[in-house]
């Protein structure tokens, strides 16, 4: 059986009491980054051996992993942080496993693109969430066809291209959304910024900020 454990997007208080156990008792864990799942195991006693699986992984690694849930083993998926498969490598796994008749069942838990849907304060009663956007081809396109979106978006970003992201929303037609950036969620410097795509892009332009970040956008139907 696979588990899709969830894990702490930065607060390790928010590690379940079912992952904690799930992690104690599966044969494996294929981690993103044994180094730093290893922090998290040691932290929870749990000493379980983790195999790597990441973006890099070849197909060797992934029929390895295969391999050991045909033999019966229980191996638990983990990320970096959050719930596996989102926007990361992890869904590869999960989908061949699935395709091979291996169980598949989810443990739940921490997830950035629902902690910052819930507490931005925008409509969350329809969604649609993107990951990173393009970082060249293909990033106008997907822009200038979301202008009229009337779900709120959700995007991950790096701190590193947020800027370009400001001036493209500037650029494409979205000065008017509502904005809200939360950044580093859960962590110690947990910053929520709130307001129209023009006013973040004024008041963070000479910020150089740190930490993934989630963006939640909404069209402003009271300046339409």
């Known amino acids: 059986m696979l588990s899709i454990v969830s894990t702490p997007i930065g607060n390790l208080e928010d590690m379940t009491l079912r992952a904690i156990r ?60 959050g719930t596996p498969g989102i926007s990361d490598p992890g869904y590869l796994l999960i989908r061949r496993a699935i395709e091979e008749g291996i169980k598949v069942e989810p443990i739940p838990g921490p997830s950035a693109l629902l902690a910052a849907l819930v507490t931005s304060g925008l409509p969350m009663d329809k969604f649609v969430y993107l990951g990173f956007l393009p970082t060249k081809k293909g990033r106008k396109t997907l822009l200038e066809g979301l202008k009229d979106e009337s779900r709120t978006i959700i995007l991950y970003e790096s701190p590193h291209r947020l800027q370009k992201t400001l001036k493209n929303l500037m650029e494409y037609g979205f000065q008017d959304h509502q904005l809200v950036i939360a950044r580093e969620l859960t962590k110690l410097h947990e910053t929520i910024y709130r307001g129209l795509v023009s006013e973040l892009a004024q008041t963070l332009e000479n910020q150089k900020l740190k930490g993934e970040m989630v963006l939640v956008l909404h069209k402003n139907t009271k300046s339409s």
């Open 22 to 81: 799930t992690l104690k008792e599966v044969d494996l864990i294929a981690s993103e980054d044994t180094r730093h799942t290893g922090r998290l195991l040691k932290h929870f006693e749990i000493t379980t051996p983790q195999i790597s699986f990441h973006a890099h992984s070849g197909q060797a690694k992934l029929d390895k992993i295969i391999a050991a849930l045909h033999d019966n083993q229980h191996v638990a998926l983990v990320s970096d942080a």
